[in-house]
């Protein structure tokens, strides 16, 4: 029989509806049910996508008397950590501080009041290499709550005094400077692997937020080290494992320091975002390699994640079955040189083992192999490599496909939104431009109220229950700035000043100018979370001064430029310390250093063909956090349109920073040379 979990829209909740155990969604009703029977709470915290989650339920929450133990000791709450961040946030905080770490899924005991006394992520069924059963986790947890409450209920306290002691006020410290900003690239310096491209050690995460500051660093600086960095970096991804060869998108990390053997979960965040920088790339190099990654990686969005309502999904899980009926993490994706015998003939398939890496031995388990492009140096057929690539693709397309998360989360819609949108227009791709205005009428349609408050999950075209956070504002609207440059509407530039105005009235502190993940007016946690620091996404802190201050370059507004100045402060106080960590706010402060730039290209009309030339050559400019606007003169669609004439009859563009414009031209290559400087 279902438990309460049936009727949630999260898909991952509804993965454990027929649990055994009587699960409950995270509610009042969940720990007033605690209170009433006098038990603690068991807190489980994953998602849809998490390889060690489903272990974990398979191995524990699917058991029958496991589930009996809770059922009688324990209320059990389930959440979907993609669908309350603010929850898994603070309780993350409190696993972090008292273990030394973190992760999904995530085991956390709490109080009827919510606070947390004992944590862990993955138990095992059985002890294994020092970590006891869950079964004994939970035989002395309710031993220590029945026979030492008074013990139990301190330590919760001291938890939750020591987690409201970390409160970040850095919002009232200065922007980020030159000196700041060349300590964070020294720092990544030292970080830098070499050989192999990105920092630090494994798992090695593709550090997005972090190369679109080296990006703009070298824009705006013109060094060189920094555009080495990020374009090495984007080279060795690109050839490694964690790039999908025959699909495209990336995978989540690499378990290694080579980019070989990824783990296999696609997320939209990830792809959104990695999207966005290979087309920068694109854009600061002319790299083929970046071009192509770009556009494999938009299409693989659109026809793998988009859903039917026009947003895009969350994630495509990691494992599949195997073809016997068994869930394996990678199935879908690997190959032995038997499977390629089969697909493509004796030939070809010694072709695409070399091209792919592909060997007896193996790269991954049981002697299958991750496809990579190991050899740069080799010359191969193009169009029979293009060939088995196709036959590759198609016979893996009759593989059991892995699971699909159909959530749409507002927040990762908008960086699908803002990556679509300028590899659209980049690479003269219309069906993408086309995708990421679908994507933002569902927004619009489904996630925005009346009052422009944002919900930030959908699914199958029905809203969730939970309210946006930081991120899903600062993204949205981050997402609605980069349609507005690239299709003229100015509606969407509203849309994006709705969305800022709630950063201002319910996220920012009045007096500090520090930002909290959760609105003002939101459900009372055990602690109102706050980051700023970068993790898988950009934190919502250094999004929202990125939003911030493409709004006020759009419109002029001296507040929404000054919110985000101070919410700045942050990224000079950890800038030159973690700048792993706060990569995002890096380039939000190389914006905040080159004005940034606002353009105003005017034309007699959007399909005038010199008007387009200088519009496409203004979103082509590097100049950091640059803003565009283009339509007819003294159009309403745009602020900085106003007061732009065309110039002796012909379309022309006009290019400002700090209170200060240059000429307006008619001519391509002068507004180049402009915007490039």
Known sequence: ?????????????????????????????????????????????????????HVMAHESFEDQETAEYLNAHYVSVKVDREERPDVDAVYMEAVQAATGQGGWPMTVFLTPDAEPFYFGTYFPPAPRQGMPSFRQVLQGVHQAWDERRDE??????????????????????????????????????????PQRGGFGGVPKFPPSMVLE????????TGAEGALQMASDTCERMARGGIYDQ?????????????????????????????????????????????????LETADFMVRELRTNEGGFASALDADSDDGTGKHVEGAYYVWTPEQLREVLGEQDADLAAQVFGVTEEGTFE??????????????????????????????????????????????????????????GAYFDRPDLVEAAVA?????????????ARLTRTSKDGHAGANAGVLEDYADV?????????????????????????????????????????????????????????????????????????????????????????????????????????IGWGLAVAEAV?????????????????????????????????????????????????????LVGGEPAAYVCRNFTCDAPTTEVDRLRAVLSD
């Open 439 to 451: 994507a933002a009428d569902l927004l619009v349609r489904l996630h925005l109220d009346e009052q």
């Open 152 to 193: 139990v209920t301190e330590v919760a306290g001291k938890i939750v005094r020591d987690l409201a002691g970390r409160e970040i006020s850095y919002g009232d410290a200065q922007t980020p400077g030159e000196e700041e900003l060349a300590q964070a690239l020294l720092g990544l310096t030292r970080e830098y692997d």
């Open 366 to 423: 049981e002697g299958a192999s991750v496809l990579q492009l190991p050899v740069r140096d080799g010359v191969f057929d193009a169009e029979k490599v293009a060939s088995v690539r196709e036959r590759l693709l198609a016979a893996r397309s009759r593989r059991p496909a892995p699971g699909r998360d159909d959530k749409v989360v507002a927040a990762w819609n908008g960086l699908a939104i803002a990556a679509l949108a300028e590899t």
């Open 593 to 645: 250093l080159d004005g940034p730039r606002e353009v105003a290209v005017v034309g007699p009309s959007l399909g005038d063909e010199e008007t387009r030339s200088l519009h496409r050559t203004a979103l082509l400019g590097t100049a950091p956090g640059a803003v565009v606007a283009v339509g007819v003169p003294e159009s309403e669609e745009f602020p900085l349109l106003s007061g732009r004439p």
């Open 246 to 294: 025959l699909g495209g998108g990336f995978a989540r990390y690499s378990v290694d320091r080579d980019w070989v053997v990824p783990h296999f979960e696609k997320m939209l965040y990830d792809n959104a975002l990695l999207c966005r920088v290979y087309a920068h790339l694109w854009r600061a190099t002319g790299s083929e390699l970046a071009r192509r990654v770009a």
């Open 477 to 581: 609207a981050e997402g609605f700035l980069a349609l507005a440059s690239v299709t003229g509407e100015g509606v969407w530039l509203e849309f994006a000043g709705f969305l800022v105005d709630h950063v201002l009235a319910r996220f920012t502190d009045p007096e500090s100018g520090s930002l909290y993940d959760t609105a003002a007016d939101a459900e009372r946690l055990i602690r109102r979370p706050q980051d700023p620091t970068d993790n898988a996404a950009p934190s919502g802190w250094s999004a929202a001064a990125g939003a911030l201050l493409g709004y006020a370059a759009h419109t002029g507004s001296e507040p929404h430029r000054t919110a985000a100045e101070k919410a700045l402060g942050v990224v000079k106080a950890l800038g030159p310390r973690v700048p792993r960590f």
């Open 1 to 53: 029989m279902p438990n309460r979990l049936a009727h949630e829209t999260s898909p991952y909740l509804l993965q454990h509806a027929d649990n055994p155990v009587d699960w409950w969604p995270w509610s009042e009703e969940a720990f007033d049910e605690a209170r009433k029977r006098n038990v603690p709470v068991l807190l489980s915290i994953g998602y849809s996508s998490c390889h060690w989650c």
């Open 213 to 220: 500051f080296l990006l703009r660093h070298h824009a705006r």
